[in-house]
C-alpha cells in the first residue's frame, strides 16, 4: 500500500493520495514538501518509488526492502552518475511487549529523510505512523512544514510508544516478586528466566537506536536544521532514560530470582528439618522396638506379666521427653 502526501512549507495538506507520475513534479516544487509512506508494498510498488521515483542508492534499498537486525542511519551524497539527491537513511525498531506471549514483539520502520521529501517503507503497521499521519494531515502543531520536523515527530512517538510495552513489563515483574515471596514454583523460575531474557533482548534493541538517535541529538547531519537539534536529544534522553529503566528491570529479576533461589533454599531447609526431627523423635520407638524384637528366650522381660504395658510406657515416655527436650532448646 502507497500512501503520499504533498504540504506546503506552512505544513497544510496541498494533496494527497498523489499519482506516481505525479511525484517527480512535485519533488521539483520548492514550495511542498513530499511524504510517501510504503506499508508492506508489492514489489512493483517499492520498485517504482523506490528506485524510479527517488532514485535511491542500491544499498540502501537493499538494506530498505531486507530486515535489518540492527538500527543504523548512513548518509548518502550522489557521486558521478548518480540520480539521487542527498539523503539520510536510517533504520530504527518500533517494539510492543505481549503479557499473553511473554516475548517482546519488534517492528522495523525505515526512513529516507531529504530535503524536501520523506519516504518510510514498513512490513507491519505501525501505531507511530499512523498517529503521525494523522496530525500531519489536520495540520496539527505545523509538524508537515519540513521533512526533518515529520521525521522527528515519528522518531518522538515511536519512543513514547515503548512506555505501554514497558508499564506491561513491569506488572509482569511485580507478579513474579508476589510469587517468589508467596509460592515459588517451577513455573515461577522458567517465567523469571522468560522475562529476564526479553528484557535481555530489550536492551540490545534500545542500545543500538541510542547510537542513531545520539548522532541526530549531536546535530551530525546537514538535512537537520539546527534549530531542531534539541528536540532530537530529546528524544534521545527519552530512549536514555528507557535504556536506564531496562537496566533497573534487569536489576530486579535479578533480585526476584536471588529471593526464588532463597526461598526454594528455605523450604527445602524446613523440610530436611522436619524429617530429621522424625527421625530423633522416633529413634527411641525403634530401640526399644528393636531391642524387644529380638525375641531371645533368655530376656526375662518376655516371660514378665506385665511386660508389654512396661514396654509401651517407655516407649511413651522416651519419645515425649525428647520432643520436650527439643521444645525447650526452640529447635522447632
Given at each position: 500500500m502507497i500512501r503520499s502526501f504533498a504540504f506546503t512549507t506552512q505544513g497544510k495538506l496541498h494533496t494527497k493520495d498523489i499519482e506516481p507520475f505525479l511525484m517527480p513534479t512535485l519533488l521539483a516544487d520548492t514550495n511542498l514538501f513530499l511524504w510517501v509512506d510504503l506499508e508492506k508494498p508489492t514489489q512493483q510498488e517499492w520498485k517504482e518509488v523506490l528506485e524510479q521515483i527517488f532514485h535511491f542508492h542500491p544499498l540502501s534499498i537493499e538494506d530498505c526492502v531486507q530486515p535489518s537486525p540492527s538500527p543504523k542511519v548512513e548518509e548518502y551524497s550522489p557521486k558521478e552518475d548518480d540520480r539521487f539527491t542527498?539523503?539520510?537513511?536510517?533504520?530504527?525498531?518500533?517494539?510492543?511487549?505481549?503479557?499473553?506471549?511473554?516475548?517482546?514483539?519488534?517492528?522495523?520502520?525505515?526512513?529516507?529523510?531529504?530535503?524536501?521529501?520523506?519516504?518510510?517503507?514498513?512490513?507491519?503497521?505501525?501505531?507511530?505512523?499512523?498517529?503521525?499521519?494523522?496530525?500531519?494531515?489536520?495540520?496539527?502543531?505545523?509538524?508537515?512544514?519540513?521533512?526533518d520536523r515529520v521525521a522527528h515527530s515519528l522518531l518522538d512517538t515511536l519512543v513514547d510508544n515503548y512506555k505501554p510495552a514497558l508499564d506491561e513489563l513491569g506488572l509482569e515483574i511485580a507478579e513474579l516478586e508476589q510469587q517468589a515471596l508467596q509460592k515459588p514454583s517451577k513455573e515461577t523460575l522458567n517465567k523469571i528466566l522468560q522475562v529476564k531474557k526479553e528484557v535481555v533482548h530489550l536492551r540490545q534493541i534500545i542500545g543500538p537506536q541510542r547510537e542513531v538517535l545520539g548522532k541526530f541529538a549531536a546535530g551530525e547531519f546537514k538535512l537537520v536544521r539546527p534549530h531542531l537539534v534539541p528536540y532530537f536529544r530529546d528524544v534521545y534522553d527519552a530512549l536514555f532514560h528507557i535504556g536506564e529503566l531496562a537496566q533497573s528491570y534487569t536489576d530486579s529479576l535479578t533480585g526476584i530470582l536471588q529471593v526464588y533461589l532463597n526461598m526454594s533454599s528455605n523450604q527445602t531447609g524446613e523440610v530436611v528439618k522436619l524429617l530429621t526431627l522424625i527421625t530423633v523423635i522416633t529413634t527411641p520407638l525403634m530401640m526399644i522396638g528393636t531391642w524387644y524384637g529380638m525375641n531371645f528366650k533368655d530376656m526375662p522381660e518376655l516371660d514378665h506379666a506385665h511386660a508389654?504395658?512396661?514396654?509401651?510406657?517407655?516407649?511413651?515416655?522416651?519419645?515425649?521427653?525428647?520432643?520436650l527436650y527439643f521444645k525447650m532448646k526452640k529447635w522447632f
Open positions: 542527498p539523503y539520510l537513511f536510517m533504520v530504527i525498531h518500533a517494539v510492543d511487549y505481549s503479557r499473553k506471549d511473554g516475548c517482546f514483539g519488534t517492528s522495523e520502520l525505515n526512513f529516507f529523510l531529504g530535503k524536501n521529501f520523506l519516504a518510510t517503507f514498513h512490513e507491519e503497521p505501525l501505531t507511530s505512523v499512523s498517529q503521525v499521519v494523522e496530525r500531519a494531515v489536520n495540520g496539527t502543531m505545523g509538524i508537515a512544514r519540513a521533512p508389654y504395658p512396661i514396654a509401651g510406657v517407655c516407649m511413651i515416655i522416651s519419645t515425649l521427653g525428647t520432643y
